[in-house]
């Protein structure tokens, strides 16, 4: 991946999260031989791991001679851009380090890599909450946390760009199909219900009631069709389907989320949609599988749940960091 590509990757949340997290442990002064091992391995797990820390790394450089002639500029800075793009997932462990380079560094590149123009242009957008949007044809459209859309609705047209996060539709009695944009293609959709899901590298598509055809953005897959009870993953140059059974990726507009089976791992890294802070799961639970309903209210609740049943206990470092462990 050479310089230019790198710099215009788009980073999921949970890694710009678990980069900063590691940023703040290192520099807190309390890291312990354990920990600095732990952070070798996540660098090495993941390129995307590698390229969030380089980014760290290339702001610092970038701001060392801001912070360094006028502090007061760097905690400004950060004060006012937190507030503009309301990042209240990651504000308090930004104010811990607000006033230095990495404080400066992280909300520059919080604000130019992780969407804060798709805020700007939203029609209609979320942060730290899901909310319910009811259109202009009377159909509803549900937004998760930290979701952005771009509507085109009139008397012509029922178009929308979901340009950040995850939404859900749920049809009026208005039978003209709605067409979703996405990086990685268009659904035309002649569906009563559906979720879509927009990540960097893919898009999940699960119809709960009707079709959904979808056109990939390089000509592949043209008027593929999805229909009722199936999941897909999209991405530029493939369709897969997955297995709908293990997580139920609509129950949040319910405040659930359910599960059956699913990888301890990958529970947490739907978990962290909505969980404020970095969880660090021991590998001796790697293989426990997760099953159960559980309220979004209360994600400190779901650590300590999920973690009894696996004969474990969620230990803080700080509200911010949290670790299972037998």
């Not at 390129?47 to 702001?59: G, K, V």
């Not at 308090?92 to 804060?116: C, E, F, H, N």
């Not at 893919?202 to 897959?221: D, E, W, Y």
């Not at 999941?231 to 599960?259: E, P, R």
């Amino acid at each position: 991946m050479n310089n230019t590509c790198a710099q215009k990757t788009p980073l999921p949340e949970q890694v710009v999260q678990q980069a900063i997290a590691w940023r703040i442990c290192l520099e807190s002064g309390n890291a312990q031989s354990a920990d600095m091992a732990e952070y070798r391995r996540w660098r090495l797990a993941d390129p995307m791991h590698e390229l969030a820390w380089q980014r760290i790394e290339n702001m610092e450089a970038a701001f060392a001679g801001v912070s360094k002639k006028n502090g007061r500029i760097a905690h400004m800075t950060l004060k006012k851009t937190d507030h503009d793009i309301q990042s209240m997932s990651r504000r308090q462990a930004l104010k811990r380090i607000a006033g230095t380079t990495l404080g400066l560094a992280s909300v520059s590149w919080l604000a130019d890599k992780q969407g804060a123009w798709q805020y700007l242009n939203a029609d209609h957008a979320t942060t730290n909450q899901r909310q319910l949007f009811t259109l202009s044809d009377n159909s509803q459209l549900w937004l998760n946390h930290n979701s952005t859309v771009e509507l085109n609705f009139n008397a012509h047209n029922r178009y929308i760009h979901l340009t950040r996060g995850e939404m859900q539709f749920i049809a009026s009695a208005n039978t003209q199909p709605v067409q979703v944009a996405l990086q990685h293609g268009t659904l035309l959709c002649d569906s009563k219900q559906f979720f879509v899901r927009n990540e960097a590298d893919h898009a999940l598509v699960q119809v709960m009631q009707g079709s959904v055809k979808l056109a990939q953005a390089n000509g592949l897959f043209t008027n593929q069709a999805i229909k009722a009870g199936e999941l897909y993953k999209i991405t530029v140059n493939s369709m897969q389907q997955l297995d709908n059974h293990i997580f139920d990726y609509s129950s949040w507009t319910a405040g659930l989320l359910s599960v059956r089976n699913m990888s301890i791992n990958s529970f947490l890294a739907e978990l962290s949609r909505y969980h404020r802070g970095f969880v660090k799961i021991a590998p001796s639970l790697n293989d426990y599988l997760v099953s159960g309903v559980f309220q979004l209210n209360d994600t400190h609740l779901i650590l300590k749940t999920v973690a009894r049943s696996a004969r474990a206990s969620v230990h803080y470092r700080t509200r911010w960091w949290a670790e299972i462990r037998p």
